[in-house]
Structures are given as C-alpha cells and as structure tokens.
C-alpha cells in the first residue's frame, strides 16, 4: 500500500475577481474549495490512476472534517490523527495576479505525535510511505528524520520531497526516492543548475549519500531519474502551461502509480512526466484522460 503524508493540511479556498482593490470591497465572481498540502495532492493523482492510498496526517475541526470528507467522496481512504484545533484555511484571490494567505494551522501536542508514529510502525516492508511538505511549527523539525529512521528498520519504502533542511537529514537512511525540482537541488549544494549535466552531477552526489533514486524536474528541459546505476532522460511533451501548482507532486504520484502496477522503471518514469505534465497544463490536478493524451509522445534515453 501506498501511504501518504501531510502534516499541514489545509482547505484551499479560491477566489476569482475581475480586479482587486486594495482596501475596498471586492466580490468574487467564482468561488471554490478543495484539500490541500503536497501529501494530499499525491492521494488525489494516485487515485486518478486507479492505485489504492491511505492519506496520514493531522486534522481538526470543521475544516479537518471538510478535507476528511472531500477526499472520502473521491473515494480515498484516510486516517488523520485528530487534533482539537482546525486546521488552516489558504486563501488565494486570483485577479490580474494572484494573492495567496496562507494559514499557520492547528498546534500539535506529542499526544497526536505518538499517536501517528503508531500508525507509521504499523507499516511493513510491502508499503511505501510519501513524506511531502513542510512540518508545523509545533512539530520538531527531525520529524522526517524519525520517521525514516523507524521506516528503514521495517523496510518500509521512504519518499521524500521537502524543503532542503528537511531532506539533508534524511539522506543517510537510504530514502526509497528524492524528488527536487532542479532549483531546489541547486540549493542543496550551494550552485546554481543551468543544464541537465549539472543536473546529473549533483543527482549523482546525493545518490552517494546513500539514495536510492533521485529525480529531477526541469520544466521544460525535461526530467532526470537517477537510478542504480543509470541515468534516464525524459522529453517533455507539447503543451500549454497553466499552473505549475500540484506538477511535481503528480509526478511523484505517477511514478510511484507505475511501481505499483509492476511496471518497468523505465515506464513507471514516463507515467511520472506525463501526470507532471498533464498538471501543468491543467487548471487544478491532472485527470487520467490528460495522462494518457500525453504518455505516448514522451521518450525516455539513457544519459
């Protein structure tokens, strides 16, 4: 079984305007609200590809029950851990440019923390589990790191894709996969990455820390997956950007939807770029139908 992680969760609520003014009223012409954090977004797109997930987190309060209740509608099993307060609501108002507020979420107590470290050493070596996204404030910041830690003495399967302070301690427990976009693997050595060569060099250098596979968006330069020994490349196939929100996490979500309908990690890669893909040039999350439309055109090559 797939399990996701979302320690943050929120309620995205949306609001499109002809124009905003600043100070005055504004009344939006189009409103909607969905589940949100990088974890959920996996759960979404995995269930697009007609693979089984469990989403894990914190959740409280009305708007707890509003993502508990959304993702169960979808027909996407849940078990957050309970929390007294509720959890944030994100605010966004799209207009000539984009707003965003963002909330900081519910506090939680070491109560809530051991409750969901129950969960996870529940897992076995049969399961793999995707750590996405920020940690509350109220959380320790080596909680990945705990996690791993009890996820490799299982063999439980560890995914990762965070911030890089989030990630650098999570290194040496030999995580399943890293997925950075190639800014975010800039930072992790202090360089700037402008090729998919550079790309490939510091893919390498974060597999001798002990990764299993590392891979790399590169928006339109395409993707890398470093794994074992080989490095694969994938095009990018034709389309329209419409929002970059959500992309690398479908990409996640494909890959791991390959794995687990026991393709080849070739394949698996390239059901990876096209749910990436089919996101970014989507308004809101990929539909399986855009998937599809857009796998056949992407080539994978040996690098």
């Not at 749910?275 to 308004?283: H, L, N, P, V």
């Amino acid at each position: 079984m797939i399990y996701t992680l979302t320690l943050n969760p929120s309620v995205d609520y949306i609001m499109e305007l002809d124009s905003f003014q600043k100070g005055g009223l504004n009344r939006s012409e189009k409103e909607s609200a969905f589940p949100g954090g990088k974890g959920i977004n996996v759960s979404r797109v995995l269930h697009v590809l007609n693979v089984e997930c469990v989403a894990l987190g914190f959740a409280g309060g009305f708007t707890g029950e509003y993502i508990k209740q959304f993702l169960n509608e979808e027909k996407i099993q849940t078990d957050f851990v309970e929390v007294e307060e509720a959890s944030r609501i994100n605010v966004k108002v799209k207009s000539d440019d984009e707003t965003e507020i963002n909330g900081s979420g519910p506090s939680i107590r070491e109560e809530h923390i051991q409750k969901l470290l129950q969960q996870i050493s529940s897992l076995t070596e049969e399961d793999m589990i995707v750590l996405a996204g920020s940690i509350p404030g109220s959380v320790p910041k080596s909680f990945y790191q705990e996690i791993a830690e009890r996820c490799k003495e299982q063999g439980t399967k560890v995914i990762i894709d965070a911030e890089k302070n989030l990630i650098q301690p999570v290194l040496s427990l030999n995580p399943f996969l890293i997925k950075p976009n190639h800014h975010e693997l800039g930072e992790m050595f202090d360089v700037k990455i402008e090729s998919v060569d550079d790309a490939i060099h510091y893919g390498k250098k974060l597999k001798d820390y002990g990764v299993e596979n590392v891979m790399v968006s590169m928006a339109e330069k395409g993707a890398l997956l470093l794994t074992g020994k080989e490095v694969l490349y994938s095009s990018v196939p034709s389309g329209e950007l419409q929002s970059s929100v959500g992309a690398g996490d479908s990409t996640v979500a494909g890959f791991l939807a390959g794995l687990a309908r026991g393709w080849r990690i070739e394949d698996a890669f390239r059901l990876g770029t096209s749910a990436g893909s089919a996101t970014a040039y989507s308004i809101g999350l990929c539909s399986s139908e855009k998937v599809e439309s857009l796998f056949e055109e992407i080539q994978i090559t040996k690098k």
